[in-house]
């Protein structure tokens, strides 16, 4: 209601609006693979956001672990002289251990010592801007790029998904890590104890659980899905694969908005992701048709705080309902 009053109030119809909004993903195949690769990435760093959240911390440098990913992942991509799928190999593995080892300082700092991941994690990330700065200005510098400074390309990118434009199996993995997570917290002793930690880190203690150690390697694995996250934009999308200074595009911010959301559910946080992406990439159409950016910006704006209201209103509803059915048996 508010967006639409808020485009009525600029003389725009918001019926008109909404209607180019879906014609640009669901028009033509293009739209929706636009929508898919844009989403992509913004499920890798959700997924990390949200394993963390689960523990009551708060990886606020997702963005920061996803650029040392690709750092990563550049250094091994033009530098190996290997075949192809070797080279893909070299670099999941070298982003997947660069995003963990990126985020080990904050995360024995937290465990061990009580420091504010919030901040750790935060301040790292300005440190992974200027590591990517550097490279795209000095060492693996693209001599050939005159308007964007930008690191040499990778030589080697994903497969693509036969019947598609520009989809690859980058698409596989979020869905795959959305799966396994979902399964590890149903099924898995580990899962129950994250749970716990999260819900009473002292309880936890108590029970036995070596809670520090738990807490740093759940830190180190969503480094890792961060930070392969960075491998997996890098290599799989259309057009990105240099680091230069708009690679990340706040998808830290957008999985951390989509991850909040989503409350822990990995299922729902998959379902968040596509529904921000097309947000995003509608938002972009909608530019190039007329719509000033700084209405598309308030727009998103608007609905996200809408979102996230009903979600916090949906919770408390959900926990007022229990502690009744509570006090009813009590009495």
């Given amino acids: 209601v508010l967006s639409a009053l808020?485009?009525?109030?600029?003389?725009?119809n918001p019926a008109w609006i909404l209607w180019q909004a879906l014609d640009a993903i669901f028009s033509q195949q293009r739209g929706i693979e636009g929508v898919v690769l844009r989403a992509i990435p913004i499920?890798?760093?959700?997924?990390?956001?949200a394993l963390s959240l689960r523990m009551r911390i708060w990886n606020?440098?997702?963005?920061?672990?996803?650029?040392?990913?690709?750092f990563a992942a550049v250094g091994v991509g033009i530098n190996l002289n290997a075949p192809g799928w070797l080279v893909l190999l070299a670099m999941a593995a070298a982003s997947t251990l660069a995003g963990a080892a990126w985020i080990l300082i904050p995360a024995l700092a937290r465990a061990y010592w009580g420091v504010n991941e919030i901040i750790t994690t935060l301040l790292s990330g300005f440190i992974a801007v200027q590591l990517c700065a550097w490279a795209a200005l000095g060492f693996w510098r693209d001599e050939g790029a005159w308007a964007i400074q930008s690191t040499e390309a990778i030589k080697d990118t994903l497969p693509k998904i036969p019947g598609t434009e520009s989809l690859t199996i980058a698409l596989l993995f979020p869905l795959v890590i959305a799966g396994a997570l979902w399964w590890?917290?149903?099924s898995t002793r580990a899962g129950y104890e994250i749970d716990m930690i999260?819900?009473?880190?002292?309880?936890?203690?108590?029970?036995?659980?070596?809670?520090p150690r738990r807490v740093v390697a759940v830190m180190l694995v969503t480094g890792a899905i961060a930070g392969l996250g960075g491998m997996i934009h890098l290599a799989g999308s259309p057009g990105a694969q240099q680091?230069?200074?708009?690679?990340?595009?706040?998808?830290?911010?957008?999985?951390f908005i989509v991850a909040a959301i989503a409350g822990g559910s990995f299922l729902g946080l998959v379902v968040g992701g596509f529904l921000i992406a097309g947000m995003f990439?509608?938002?972009?159409?909608?530019?190039?048709?007329?719509?000033s950016v700084y209405i598309v910006l308030a727009l998103y704006g608007i609905i996200l705080i809408g979102v996230a209201v009903g979600e916090m209103a949906a919770r408390y509803r959900l926990v007022r309902a229990e502690s009744e059915v509570v006090a009813r048996r009590s009495t």
């Fill in 43 to 49: 499920l890798m760093t959700a997924l990390a956001v």
């Fill in 60 to 70: 606020i440098g997702s963005d920061g672990q996803f650029l040392v990913g690709a």
């Fill in 243 to 255: 680091l230069n200074s708009g690679f990340s595009a706040q998808y830290g911010l957008s999985g």
């Fill in 281 to 291: 990439f509608s938002g972009l159409v909608l530019q190039t048709r007329g719509l």
């Fill in 198 to 211: 999260g819900g009473n880190p002292k309880a936890a203690a108590f029970a036995g659980i070596n809670v």
């Fill in 6 to 12: 808020l485009l009525a109030f600029t003389g725009r």
């Fill in 184 to 186: 590890v917290f149903r």
